[in-house]
């Protein structure tokens, strides 16, 4: 099949080795990519959140397949523009993709499907951000109302830091205050056709800086899947990822359906487990990153069949994906000054001194022969193992061997499963 996979991160990076890894002669190519999906597959530098530009491009070069990674071009409406060109595209539409772009319209259609989630209250004003504070209480949590590039939420007790944050997003346009919610975190991918979904595996991400989840939040800074700790209260993870297709999954995808906005790629469900049940924390239009990095190395049913199928409204032909059992973990290499201000410019070296473990490539580039940073979150080290314990083992492993002038990442991601 001729693929076009949108983006430039980890996260694509990820897709297109899964691609890569059914060996089924796939022509694919990145758009614009990076430096390490330039040495795997063709990369074209255009600007993936233009819809005229990407469907004139994927029409020209007849691709079969358009993925979509990144947010930005889901609600920038390339998906619509290429699906208006005839070609198959794993992404939903503009108006579909508010489910990401617009917190208080996920609040609204979960609201409208009965799917379990916290109170909220969207605010246009520093007072009624106050007021809203004088209903919840802390830990105060702060959400901007549209893309933040997974920076835009904040959770504390310290009142005038929640402020700040809210009058930075009010300029913005609008935030949403919620309540807290109190448990472990879950991040469940399903794939949707707009009317079924197929689930993934679960993954766990961390979004503080630092160790034990202190410092400022990021985009994410590691990640691991599966979660044995899940069958603690379900007999088994399969009973908790049907549940969540049942009374989150399906309800949303079926309520964007009868509103006439289908809802037709990655449904991502940021959810959170309670003493009263699971809830959701947030909706995603694509593939979390850096979970990505861990779900999509455990995946033995072909990717491509899965993408394809979504986009073609023909998932509810097909069984649930089948995963491997081994455990996967990814660790985030982060440029010094992440996530505030990040120092790029800097050169990485050791990637080819690395064993027994994949390196995804986020904010990369190749100048003159050698690979420097570009950005705050630079690479993703993903690692397999048996157990979580041979799999953090290499991961830390081989980022020892990395080097980043001041660069910093999380020592502790799978700490607590690996025990």
């Not at 346009?173 to 689930?199: C, K, R, T």
């Not at 959701?280 to 990153?289: K, L, P």
């Amino acid at each position: 099949m001729k693929i076009l996979v949108l983006g430039s991160g980890a996260r694509e990076h990820a897709i297109v080795s899964a691609l890569l890894a059914e060996d089924a002669g796939h022509e694919i190519v990145a758009a614009p990519g990076n430096a390490g999906l330039a040495q795997q597959v063709e990369t074209v530098k255009i600007d993936a959140s233009d819809p005229k530009l990407v469907a004139e491009f994927a029409a020209d070069n007849a691709f079969q397949l358009v993925v979509i990674g990144p947010e930005a071009p889901l609600v920038a409406g390339v998906a619509d523009r290429v699906r208006r060109a005839g070609i198959p595209v794993f992404g939903p539409d503009r108006a579909a993709a508010a489910l990401e772009g617009s917190k208080a319209f996920a609040k609204r259609i979960m609201s409208e499907a009965k799917v379990p989630t916290g109170g909220a209250v969207q605010a246009t004003t520093v007072e009624e951000v106050e007021a809203a504070f004088a209903e919840f209480g802390a830990p105060y949590v702060v959400k901007a109302d549209g893309l933040a590039a997974g920076k835009g939420v904040i959770v504390t007790d310290d009142r005038e830091a929640a402020l700040d944050h809210a009058r930075f997003y009010l300029q913005q346009g609008g935030v949403l205050v919620e309540e807290f919610l109190d448990g472990q975190e879950v991040s469940l991918f399903l794939l949707a056709d707009g009317h079924d979904v197929l689930p993934l595996s679960p993954a766990q991400d961390f979004k503080r800086a630092g160790d034990g989840d202190t410092g400022p939040n990021t985009g994410g800074m590691g990640a691991y899947s599966p979660l044995p700790w899940l069958a603690e209260r379900w007999e088994s993870e399969a009973d908790f990822v049907d549940e969540v297709v049942d009374t989150i999954a399906l309800p949303t995808i079926r309520r964007l359906e009868d509103e006439g906005t289908p809802f037709v790629g990655l449904l991502y469900c940021g959810l959170i487990i309670t003493e009263q049940g699971i809830r959701v924390i947030e909706f995603n239009a694509r593939f979390g990153d850096p979970e990505t990095q861990v779900v999509l190395p455990r995946l033995e049913t072909p990717l491509s069949g899965l993408l394809l199928a979504a986009a073609t409204g023909a998932l509810g032909r097909l069984p649930y994906p089948a995963f491997s059992p081994d455990a996967a973990v990814t660790v985030v290499l982060a440029s010094e000054g992440y996530p505030e201000s990040p120092v790029t410019g800097r050169e990485i070296t050791g990637l080819d001194e690395v064993r027994d473990v994949a390196i995804a490539h986020a904010a990369t580039a190749l100048v003159d022969g050698r690979f420097v940073a570009t950005g705050g979150r630079v690479l993703s080290v993903v690692a397999r193992g048996a157990d979580f314990a041979a799999a953090r083992a290499k991961a830390y492993a081989a980022l020892e061997v990395i080097g980043l002038e001041g660069s910093h990442y999380r020592r502790d991601i799978a700490e607590k499963v690996a025990r």
